[in-house]
């Protein structure tokens, strides 16, 4: 029998498996669909200096995490221990709740974008969205809840194989690539042919990179099973900077086998058309599996990091203490099991909506986006509380970059999924409220009041938005 209770001891990873988690969680669909999305916008020049500027925000955000983990040592499950430290307990329950949020929306993502890759094979499975579509990936669901279910360790193991597993098809990707790359085409790519000025190609990608690189704060979500809390912050750079590696490197070298206006026309994912012009038909079903393979991966990846911000959010009393549960094998099952349940619900709400693919893909980044713009700027905040100490003004350079970058792509996701967002946070206040009830203590504090007050506006004007046709869905 399962033995549940609130407290268990946290199994321990090493930091190879903290950076699998980092980089299991990063690379997913996104990936495989670069080099058309890219081609669509801009040529080489555009693609290196937009990987460049969203590379080098991101990492300002990475050392943020990285600093933290050194300095706060104490905060546990990442974006939500420091938008609580810093903020208060209703925004960092926001946090959790938003960044949960954000996982389940990209998971009812991932097992859309499978059984859309499998339609092509299997034509009941369609775009992702029919019954049997719907079906399958109900079943995957819950196989991979009786996995991660089973422990932590063996999860975390599955994660770290998956995580080789995925990145070696990328790998020989690019190998193959460089093999049948020609420098005359990569030059007439140079420039991309396309009208806009460099700088709103730029821009247009930029917005790409953004579901890209949610993920970066996988070893920081998953901060209490580290041996050292050093490890948090190398896991982090050292996951970092292999994913982008490989992003920049998917990107560019596809931009040296086919003309820009033949890979912006591919289907998606549009590495599948690349390698096949390279190595002919059986290129486009080994990209077709590895995707696959990728994208099971960072369901895992973002299954585990959901539940656990969950669970220490309930340890502390901004949730219902059935989220605190953890059986013998140190899994999270309250968290896990309402996560399991919110994706089901959110299938089975895709067959009913032909948009469901985009919103759910937009509605990940626009949640995710909310926790790192706060972890950011806790990061502020901790570099003034320790302005006298070694290496503060550093902190300072890479938290006011991170804020500031975090912003920007905030504002650019658009102010539509923010309204979408406050949905499904402004409803999840009941939860908080709930746990401090039960505590015997009041819900908000007078600032706190406020934040609710403007959340619950925002939810209001998205429901207007929606009823009159201003928003659709």
């Given at each position: 029998m399962t033995d549940d209770r609130a407290t268990a001891s946290p199994t321990k990873v090493s930091t190879l498996t903290l950076s699998t988690f980092v980089v299991g969680s990063m690379v997913g669909a996104g990936v495989f669909s670069l080099p058309g999305t890219f081609a669509e916008q801009t040529g080489v020049a555009g693609s290196a200096i937009a990987w460049a500027v969203a590379g080098g925000g991101m990492l300002m955000l990475a050392?943020?995490?990285?600093?933290?983990?050194?300095?706060?040592?104490?905060?546990?499950?990442?974006?939500?221990?420091?938008?609580?430290?810093?903020?208060?307990?209703?925004l960092g329950f926001l946090s959790a709740f938003g960044y949960w949020a954000s996982a389940c929306a990209g998971n009812v993502f991932y097992w859309v974008f499978i059984m859309s890759t499998l339609g092509a094979v299997i034509p009941g499975l369609g775009e992702g969205n029919t019954p049997l579509a719907v079906a399958l990936s109900s079943a995957?669901?819950?196989?991979?809840?009786?996995?991660?279910?089973?422990?932590?360790?063996?999860?975390?193991?599955?994660n770290r194989i998956v995580s080789v597993a995925k990145v070696l098809p990328i790998v020989v990707f690019i190998a193959l690539c460089l093999f049948a790359f020609d420098p005359a085409v990569f030059a007439a790519n140079l420039s991309g042919g396309a009208d806009l000025p460099l700088f709103d190609q730029v821009r247009g990608t930029l917005l790409v990179t953004v579901f890209a690189f949610i993920g970066v704060e996988g070893a920081s979500a998953y901060s209490r099973h580290a041996r050292r809390r050093q490890d948090v912050g190398r896991a982090t750079v050292l996951g970092f900077l292999s994913v982008l590696a490989i992003f920049m490197s998917v990107t560019i070298v596809s931009f040296g086998i086919l003309p820009r206006e033949q890979i912006a026309a591919l289907q998606q994912p549009s590495m599948a058309g690349v390698l096949e012009a390279v190595v002919g038909p059986w290129g486009a079903g080994f990209i077709g599996a590895a995707l696959i393979v990728a994208v099971l991966g960072a369901y895992l990846s973002w299954t585990l990091m959901a539940a656990e911000v969950l669970l220490v959010a309930a340890r502390d009393g901004d949730l219902p203490p059935v989220f605190a549960r953890t059986n013998a094998k140190d899994v999270p099952v309250g968290a896990l099991t309402m996560s399991t349940v919110l994706v089901q619900v959110l299938m089975i709400v895709v067959l009913f909506s032909s948009d469901a693919f985009d919103v759910a893909l937009n509605l990940t980044s626009a949640l995710a986006l909310i926790p790192y713009f706060l972890t950011a700027a806790f990061g502020l905040r901790v570099a003034f509380a320790d302005r006298r100490g070694p290496g503060t003004v550093g902190l300072w350079v890479v938290a006011a970059l991170a804020t500031v970058y975090t912003a920007f792509l905030l504002y650019a996701a658009g102010g539509q999924?923010?309204?979408?967002?406050?949905?499904?946070?402004?409803?999840?206040?009941?939860?908080?409220?709930?746990?401090?009830?039960?505590?015997?203590?009041?819900?908000?504090?007078?600032?706190?009041?406020?934040?609710?007050?403007?959340?619950?506006?925002?939810?209001?004007?998205?429901?207007?938005?929606?009823a009159t046709g201003v928003i659709t869905v």
């Open positions: 050392l943020v995490f990285h600093q933290l983990a050194q300095r706060r040592p104490q905060l546990d499950a990442g974006v939500y221990s420091y938008a609580r430290a810093g903020f208060g307990r209703y995957g669901l819950w196989v991979f809840f009786l996995l991660i279910r089973r422990g932590t360790r063996e999860a975390a193991a599955v999924y923010v309204l979408i967002a406050l949905l499904i946070l402004v409803p999840g206040t009941i939860l908080f409220a709930l746990a401090r009830r039960r505590q015997g203590q009041r819900v908000f504090t007078p600032w706190e009041w406020v934040v609710f007050a403007l959340a619950f506006a925002g939810a209001v004007v998205a429901i207007v938005f929606i």
